[in-house]
Structure formats: C-alpha cells, structure tokens
C-alpha cells in the first residue's frame, strides 16, 4: 500500500544494468504507482525506449519535446509531478553530472528542477566505484540528501569480481517502498548504538570483535527515513557519517555506556545493535609490549553491560537487544531476550563469511515474549526497515493492550 498512487519518475542512464530497470518500472507500477520513464541519450543504446513505453504505459522523456509540457519544458512538468526520482541504473558519469549540477539532458536538468527526494542506484565497473573520484561525489551526494541504494558485490559484464553491480529489483523494491512509510516513527527519538568496541591493551594493540557496523548503521538511515530523531552511538567503523543523523563516536565500552546515558533520558526507542566488547584489560600498558619468548598474560575483567543497565535504568523503556551466535542462536537469544528482560531481541548466526559480521547480508530471528518472526538471508539495508516495522508493531500492539501512551517514553515530560 505504501506505493499506491505515488507518482515515481524511473531515470534510465547509460549502462547494461538498464535491462534489470524494465522489471522495477513493472514492479512498481504492480504495486499501485503511477510511473513515467526518463532516459538518457545513451540509454537507449542498451535498452530501446519502446520497451519502457510498452512496460509504463507512457510516452519516454528523452528530450523536452513536450510530451508531458505543452510549451516544452518537460524537464519542469516531470519534476513537479513526481513523488520521488529513482536513477537507475546511475552510471559514475551521470553521478558527477549531479554533483556538478550540469543540466545537458533532461534527465539531469529534471533532477535539479525537482524539491523532492531522488534515489541513485550505482552501476558499474568495481575499479571506477572504488575510484576515489566517484566516492567524493558519492559523499556529496549524500550530504545534498539524495539516497544511494547499493550497488552490490559480485560478478560484472566485464568479467571483474566486486562491488558496482546495480541492486536487483527484489532489493531496489522494498527501498522504493520505504521512502513513503515516513510516518510510522515521526517525532520519535530512536538511540541506536553500532559497531564493536577497541579496549586497549597497550598503546597498540587492543581487544575487538569483527563487527563492521553495517547492521547499525542501515537501522539508522531506517529509522531516519521513517521520520525519527536518530542518535547513532559508533564505536570505530569506516562508514560515512550521515549528516542528518546525530552522529557520536566513541571507541571503549566505557565510553558507549557514558554516550548512551546521555542519551536515553528522552529517548522512545533504544537497539543496541553493538556488538560491544565483553572483557577489558584491567592493566593497560602506557607503552608497547615488546614481544618475547615468554608466554603473555592479561588479565580481565568484564565491560558494562549497556542494555542490561538500561533496561534496568529505565524498564518502560522500549529495548531492542542482539545476539550474535555461532550455535544455538535461538535457544540464547531466548535465555538474552528473559535474563535482561528486553521488549525484542534480533539473533543471528555469525561465524560465515556469507553472513553476519562484515558482510552485506544477513538472516535474522526476532524474538519477543510471545513471538518469534523469521527473515531469510537478505542485504542488511532491507533487513532494517523490516526490524523497524517489527518494532512499530509491537509499540502499537503495547499502546492498544495497556492504553498508556507508550510511543512517547513513560519517563519523558
């Protein structure tokens, strides 16, 4: 429902994965929105603009020769028209072409024409992605607002391995979908923590987990898109800060725990979705340890147990733990999700390179009191918006079964 009657501009740029863009203009019209198709010149050397005229049901913009403006100004008419642009494919040159501000096809004239939201889906070679040319202009791209969907890792029409394929239709869907549901957490502040924590050992070395924070990090675009405050509590990552997101760096579990608290006093939401440290060096060297033939010892002593004491702190607030295991993830989730008395808890097998920590993609178990909800292995920027519906739900089913207010937190003003 979230798509029906949206009005949804499809940008075609010149690139094979154009191919793929027929079936998500078909996708989105099935699920009930209006779309009109904008094509590059070189666009339609890779996929005929009779195919998505056949698919939309509308004439192709390619050129402002007044197919949607009596006085030919298309590029004007499309961009009021539409609820949301999607460019996809977007090709590196079409991605500069916006950070520029050129405006020699229509396409790139509608885009700086429309006020609304446009979503780039990326698509090409690995080296031009990871070229630092294109990742510059993605950043500033991000911080103008646009949203970049993908790409994906995997193999390319030139033979190279890596990332640069465009997302699939299965995945670019949902994320088109998600750009309408702005209301499920509106006004809502949402604290969300992400990434492992370094406890030192020395000035060196320290004590760490193979969390990437890429799971952290989709639940808050998520949680920003379906129009909350989002406080994002980091430990060290390589992720790119959204601007638009209250953004805290921290690197000990100490100092998680200090951010948090500060935090949470007006918090609604709290997912600890850290993978924090669960033992600290007791005596941190001032300087390097310099290896030997004797046998180092350490001793240690355990962190803080964040979400324990916040659920402790303030147990009316909603909180949603993790749990990442190696066997048995169900069973100690379970054992989690009763002992630290959690509203929610999202488990999930970590150990594979296909899954989990550092990678892309990950299946899920969310569990609460009374239900448990299974997710197949899907890419974690589609996993997020689904654990916030999960969460919206059972905020709504604990508001209709109790008649307190509980989407504002019982211990705000």
């Known amino acids: 429902m979230a798509l029906q009657n949206k009005q949804i501009v499809i940008a075609v740029t010149g690139g094979i994965a154009a191919y793929k863009t027929a079936q998500l203009v078909r996708e989105v019209q099935a699920g009930g929105a209006q779309v009109r198709v904008v094509m590059t010149a070189s666009a339609t050397s890779f996929v005929a603009a009779k195919t998505f005229q056949a698919l939309s049901g509308k004439p192709v913009a390619i050129t402002d020769n007044g197919l949607f403006d009596q006085a030919g100004m298309d590029h004007i008419a499309l961009a009021k028209w539409a609820d949301l642009i999607v460019i996809a494919p977007a090709s590196a040159n079409s991605i500069a072409k916006l950070v520029h501000g050129d405006a020699d096809e229509l396409l790139y004239a509608m885009c700086l024409a429309h006020e609304g939201q446009v979503a780039v889906a990326p698509a090409m070679n690995q080296q031009m992605w990871s070229n630092a040319a294109t990742q510059e202009n993605l950043n500033c791209l991000r911080d103008r607002g646009f949203l970049i969907w993908g790409p994906a890792d995997g193999?390319?029409?030139?033979?190279?391995?890596?990332?640069?394929?465009?997302?699939?239709?299965?995945?670019?869907?949902?994320?088109?979908?998600?750009?309408?549901?702005?209301?499920?957490?509106?006004?809502?502040?949402?604290?969300?923590?992400?990434?492992?924590?370094?406890?030192?050992?020395?000035?060196?070395?320290?004590?760490?987990?193979?969390?990437?924070?890429?799971?952290?990090?989709?639940?808050?675009?998520?949680?920003?898109?379906?129009?909350?405050?989002?406080?994002?509590?980091?430990?060290?990552?390589?992720?790119?800060?959204?601007?638009?997101?209250?953004?805290?760096?921290?690197?000990?579990?100490?100092?998680?725990?200090?951010?948090?608290?500060?935090?949470?006093?007006?918090?609604?939401?709290?997912?600890?979705?850290?993978?924090?440290?669960?033992?600290?060096?007791?005596?941190?060297?001032?300087?390097?340890?310099?290896?030997?033939?004797?046998?180092?010892?350490?001793?240690?002593?355990?962190?803080?147990?964040?979400?324990?004491?916040?659920?402790?702190?303030?147990?009316?607030?909603?909180?949603?733990?993790?749990?990442?295991e190696t066997e048995r993830v169900v069973e100690y989730a379970n054992d989690k999700l009763k002992r630290k008395k959690l509203d929610m808890i999202i488990a999930n097998q970590v150990g594979s390179k296909d899954q989990g920590f550092a990678s892309d993609y990950n299946a899920i178990e969310i569990l609460t009191a009374d239900n448990q909800e299974s997710i197949t292995c899907m890419r974690k920027t589609a996993l997020a918006p689904k654990i916030l519906d999960a969460i919206h739900q059972q905020l709504l089913n604990r508001k209709e079964n109790t008649n307190v207010r509980y989407l504002k937190s019982p211990h705000s003003a």
């Open 155 to 324: 193999v390319q029409a030139c033979g190279d391995v890596g990332p640069g394929r465009m997302l699939e239709v299965s995945e670019l869907l949902p994320l088109v979908a998600n750009t309408f549901k702005n209301s499920s957490f509106a006004g809502q502040h949402v604290v969300i923590t992400a990434g492992p924590t370094h406890e030192a050992i020395d000035p060196v070395r320290y004590i760490g987990n193979r969390s990437s924070g890429k799971m952290g990090f989709a639940l808050a675009e998520a949680a920003l898109a379906a129009g909350a405050r989002v406080t994002l509590v980091a430990g060290p990552t390589q992720h790119r800060r959204n601007p638009r997101i209250h953004n805290i760096n921290v690197e000990t579990a100490a100092e998680m725990h200090h951010a948090v608290f500060q935090q949470i006093t007006d918090c609604d939401v709290f997912i600890a979705c850290a993978a924090v440290a669960d033992y600290r060096v007791v005596n941190i060297e001032t300087k390097k340890i310099k290896k030997s033939d004797q046998h180092l010892t350490l001793k240690l002593e355990p962190t803080e147990d964040i979400l324990a004491d916040v659920k402790k702190s303030f147990p009316e607030l909603f909180c949603v733990g993790f749990a990442a």
